[in-house]
């Protein structure tokens, strides 16, 4: 069946450093892959997505490529700020009718 | 205008009651969802209607039951609550199967 793995955290980063958490996936098909994230108390928020292979997904400085030779789905970001604490979640779907999540990943920027 | 919305947002009760989460979208999306988030904030899908029918159900205890009265609502009752049941439930929709999926702000239900 489909997955995602996801980098175990919790991650804990200053002010301007550069994040990257580590996702990879196994489907049987041509999933279409998300990031989401969730702020302290808060609901789920799509951060980016992609639908393709070699397509890159953005938002907020954030990016992801969609990597189908390496079913990677990495997320980065050049700088953090404290509002980017948060738990971030890789998810895929395979054109069917649900998401899988990964297991999520906790990230706390220091100031 | 909030896209998914879902009532209440907090919710504690006995165990042994019963509760339920009422969810709305006004999205105009076809395919509703109830997800699950344990206390290791693990997400797993438990339910899913497209045009209210039910497409998906994870194995979920029959103490859940989702409603769907129109494809804009899915509520979900629970019965018999037990303290395992605590947990934060998202509703979500999207427009059909692959796309995006969109999500509510999260029901945060104790079970005392």
């Given at each position: 069946g489909d997955s995602v793995t996801q980098m175990e955290g919790p991650v804990?980063?200053?002010?301007?450093?550069?994040?990257?958490?580590?996702?990879?996936?196994?489907?049987?098909?041509?999933?279409?892959l998300f990031w989401y994230v969730q702020?302290?108390?808060?609901?789920?928020?799509?951060?980016?997505?992609?639908?393709?292979?070699?397509?890159k997904g953005s938002n907020k400085g954030f990016e992801a490529t969609y990597r189908k030779e390496t079913t990677s789905f990495h997320l980065e970001k050049g700088s953090v700020q404290v509002s980017d604490s948060a738990v971030y979640f890789c998810a895929l779907s395979d054109?069917?009718?649900?998401?899988?999540?990964?297991?999520?990943?906790?990230?706390?920027?220091?100031? | 205008?909030?896209?998914?919305?879902?009532?209440?947002?907090?919710?504690?009760?006995?165990?042994?009651?019963?509760?339920?989460?009422?969810?709305e979208q006004n999205l105009?999306?076809?395919?509703?969802?109830?997800?699950?988030?344990?206390?290791?904030?693990?997400?797993?899908i438990m339910f899913s209607y497209n045009n209210k029918e039910l497409i998906i159900n994870e194995t979920v205890p029959n103490?859940?039951?989702?409603k769907s009265p129109d494809k804009a609502h899915l509520n979900l009752h629970i019965n018999s609550l037990e303290l395992g049941d605590s947990a934060v439930y998202f509703c979500a929709s999207s427009p059909g199967a692959g796309n995006t999926i969109?999500?509510?702000?999260?029901?945060w239900l104790t079970v005392v």
């Open positions: 804990t980063l200053s002010e301007e450093a550069f994040l990257t958490i580590n996702c990879t996936y196994t489907a049987t098909g041509y999933p279409s702020y302290p108390g808060e609901g789920l928020q799509l951060l980016l997505k992609a639908t393709k292979a070699d397509d054109r069917d009718y649900k998401l899988s999540f990964g297991a999520g990943t906790t990230v706390t920027v220091r100031a | 205008d909030t896209a998914v919305s879902q009532t209440p947002k907090y919710l504690v009760t006995q165990m042994g009651n019963d509760k339920s989460i009422k969810c105009g999306h076809d395919t509703m969802y109830w997800y699950k988030q344990d206390s290791k904030k693990f997400l797993k103490r859940f039951s989702p969109y999500f509510g702000e999260g029901s």
